[in-house]
């Protein structure tokens, strides 16, 4: 097996400038590196990466916090996590996923300290989030992928919920329906102050009073029973509604069935607006999903250049970065049917 000795008497230079060069620890010239990095290919080199470690003062390990035990690690959620390891792999570090809910904000801060991590990039992030508030007191390098109470922490990146609000209710009036559901997340994710489901509500609001339109939420547990459940409500309470907006992922695979069972058509008669979701996703229901593809991959290497920006002592950006979903089609929406009869 090669050591850095052997690469040193390959390149033509000292066992302290191959170590500079492999942990970057002082600036040695182009030409220099260059025969280092030949050398080490030749010798098919492997740097010990504990080594390196204790050399740096790094792991050059970077976590990323997810509540596994709470929510489902589905197709949407790996955008993010794909995206973030790519990111993270080419500036040589690697990505863990540690699956720790805001109710285990402690174990987390545990992890911290014991130096497994160089920093932390926090998912489902709630608006009174303890992991959170437990990095910033121990001074722990840390970015969001959501947003905290504080909305202007630079820290953040997140989806432009607003703006998805609004291209999503445009895209259904622009149809001609008037009266929209939004099937959002469950009210127990709204008691505990999940970020996205608080903000897509307000923005959903917000959207259809400005344009003078009627818009009802349903809280849903997130699984197709409880989508199906949903339809059985929307139908008895509000008849009127012709259009939904589903926040939902995986209960909204629940809902067309529930519309199909009791009669009614999709796009024919109600059309069914998925967002903040995947194409896999999409491509589970029938008819497929007219859907605003997540930015996840995007917001996952986002929050991987964050946070090196911070480890590095870069300045960080002046506002959270939000980035809009992407509009794609599916069979699930169209015009408003000029007369409305459903089975009851």
Known sequence: MATMQDVANLAQCSLSTVSYAINNTRPISAAT???IEQAMRELDFRP?????????RRSNILALTFPGTENTLGSTIMEFVTGAAQAARERGFHLV?????????????????????????????????????????HQFPLTM????????????????????????????AELGHTDIVLLNHSADSRDHGYGPTLRIAEGFHRVMGRRGLTGQVLWCDETPAAGRRAIDEL????????????????????????????????????????IVTSPLMAQMAEPALTIL?????????????????????????????????RWEAGRSTGPVPPVIHRPR
Do not use: K
């Open 33 to 35: 590196r260059q025969r």
């Open 48 to 56: 010990n990466q504990i080594a390196r470690s204790l050399a740096s």
């Open 145 to 172: 992928i959501g947003r905290a109470e504080d909305g202007t922490d630079s820290r953040c990146v997140d989806v432009d919920f607003e703006q998805t609000a609004e291209a999503a209710v445009a895209h259904l």
């Open 97 to 137: 996923v540690w699956p720790y809910a805001p109710a285990q904000a402690d174990e987390m801060l545990q992890m911290s300290r014991q130096g497994l991590a160089d920093g932390i990039i926090v998912m489902e992030v709630r608006r009174d989030d303890p992991r959170v508030r437990l990095l910033d007191e």
């Open 293 to 325: 593809h997540s930015p996840g991959a995007d917001l996952g290497r986002l929050g991987v250049q964050n946070l090196l920006d911070q480890l590095d002592g870069r300045r960080p950006a002046p506002a959270p970065t939000l980035l809009p979903c």
């Open 235 to 274: 139908t008895g309470r509000w008849p009127a509604v012709t259009a939904m907006v589903a926040m939902n992922e995986h209960a909204v695979i629940g809902a067309v069935g529930g519309l199909a069972g009791r009669g009614i058509a999709v796009p024919q008669t109600f059309s069914v607006l998925s």
